[in-house]
């Protein structure tokens, strides 16, 4: 479908590129929800798998609260747990909570960006560098979780990116956008055929010619 727009409209190109990054940035927050969901299923499971995409703290919560009621496999706990009295069930429950109100944060920053503006985005990214530096003060080896902060810089560079591109988008001029096959009122454009343009031939003007004058035209053998 060809798209016409009016004269000082921002080019097609250049509107699409920035949604396409504005896309982009809330495209990788349903990211973060979706993978942190996954990883704190499976560890509320007790399993010891592990996604990228998701965020640090909803994961450590959980599994905050799974290691200290002793729910994970026995293998995970050494000698340095005999005589430890395991927390009871609530204390697992608080962390699942606080687990479960970071992943609704980023889901409602997710779903109100799209109608209500950039600034849902700007707040996803402020949990986000929060999140990036809890993990990082929590990390005992930089070498095992290199993955984990490739990923966080890469999701706060593309919601910086997304912000950027939502400003813009907006002091961008308004276009008109026809589509091709816009509805015409024909009756308002009469139909012309090849030959209405084409010189309509003149009658020449009529003069009588005196009788005197045909008598003397001479007549042939």
């Known amino acids: 479908m060809a798209l016409f727009k009016k004269g000082n409209a921002a080019p097609v190109s250049e509107r699409a590129a920035l949604q396409n990054k504005l896309n982009s940035a809330r495209s990788n927050i349903l990211l973060v929800v979706i993978f942190s969901v996954i990883n704190t299923v499976l560890c509320l499971t007790g399993s010891m798998t592990y ?3 998701s965020a640090n703290l909803p994961y450590f919560a959980t599994q905050m609260g799974v290691l200290y009621t002793g729910r ?9 747990w005999e005589g430890f009295a395991f927390y009871p069930t609530s204390f697992l429950v608080i ?44 990390a005992y080896d930089f070498s095992e979780i290199i993955l984990d902060i490739v990923f966080h810089i890469w999701v706060i560079v593309s919601l910086i990116m997304g912000i950027s591109a939502a400003k813009k988008l907006k002091k961008l001029p308004a276009e008109e956008i026809v589509p091709e096959n816009y509805p015409i009122d024909v009756a308002a454009y009469p139909q012309q055929t090849p030959f209405d343009n084409a010189q309509q031939p003149v009658e020449a003007p009529y003069t009588e010619v005196p009788q005197e004058t045909v008598n003397e035209i001479p007549k042939e053998d």
């Open 51 to 53: 996604f990228l995409f």
């Open 95 to 138: 962390m699942a909570a606080i687990s479960v109100a970071c992943i609704v944060m980023y889901l409602l920053c997710w779903l109100l960006s799209k109608k209500h503006g950039y600034g849902w985005i700007i707040a996803a990214l402020v949990f986000f560098i929060i999140d990036t530096g809890f993990m990082l003060l929590n």
């Open 72 to 80: 994970f496999p026995a293998e995970v706990y050494g000698a340095e």
